[in-house]
């Protein structure tokens, strides 16, 4: 069976500091990995995914997300987070018959 | 222009009626996808279309019907609403590579 799993419900940076957001997964098979944001009272829309190659994947918004076979990861990570990004993030994976598994979500607090 | 519209946005229903939320995309993909979210729970996928005429039933299909008349139309169905479906249901289409492409949400809650 198929699991995701983000530790942190909730996380709290202030501007301008770097983020890493934490996602583990569980997958017998290759694992195709995405992360999505939710901003407030919206759809999630995607950040970036993984598929195969390099294990560093660049997506919108300066955000980063590095796939570790070995460490059964896919952390999201910035540089420099702003105010503006201050959303609910979605670690997600595709399993059987192309339907795709959301881990519960961590909630990123940006203060100012 | 959002490609992904559902309605009614908001929903009020009675324990034992039934209610039906639509959904309707312009982008011309096979899949559309039923989840919903809750807190604490993430995203739960309730059913899925591969195309016109095609219903799967995904992880927690039970008291939802789903039906896809077209490739443009994709409906969630609650015979006998209870309670527990209070909750919001999110649409979505996949294309090729699989990327979801999400409506902003039906909010049903059932008293």
């Known amino acids: 069976a198929q699991s995701v799993t983000q530790p942190d419900a909730r996380v709290t940076v202030s501007e301008g500091a770097s983020l890493q957001l934490r996602c583990k997964y569980s997958?017998?098979?290759?694992?195709?990995l995405f992360w999505y944001v939710q901003y407030p009272r919206q759809g999630l829309q995607l950040l970036l995914k993984?598929?195969?190659?390099?294990?560093v994947v660049q997506g919108v918004n300066s955000f980063e997300a590095e796939f570790s076979k070995s460490n059964s990861s896919f952390h999201l990570q910035k540089a420099s987070v702003h105010w503006s990004d201050s959303a609910v993030y979605f670690c997600a994976l595709i399993y059987s018959n192309n339907r795709i598994f959301f881990g519960d979500g961590t909630q990123l607090v940006v203060k100012p | 222009e959002a490609a992904v519209t559902q309605s009614p946005r908001n929903k009020v229903a009675v324990t034992g009626g039934k209610v039906t939320l639509s959904c309707n995309q312009t982008?011309?993909?096979?899949?559309m996808y039923w989840y919903r979210q809750d807190t604490g729970h993430g995203l739960r996928l309730i059913h899925y279309?591969?195309?016109?005429?095609?219903?799967e039933k995904g992880d927690i299909p039970d008291g939802y019907k789903a039906s896809r008349p077209s490739q443009e139309n994709f409906s969630l169905i609650l015979e006998l609403a209870t309670p527990s479906q209070t909750s919001v249901y999110f649409c979505a289409s996949g294309d090729a590579g699989n990327t979801l492409y999400f409506g902003e949400g039906s909010r049903l809650i059932v008293v």
């Open positions: 982008n011309n993909h096979n899949n």
């Open positions: 997958y017998s098979a290759t694992p195709y």
């Open positions: 993984y598929y195969s190659g390099d294990p």
């Open positions: 279309s591969y195309g016109a005429g095609s219903t």
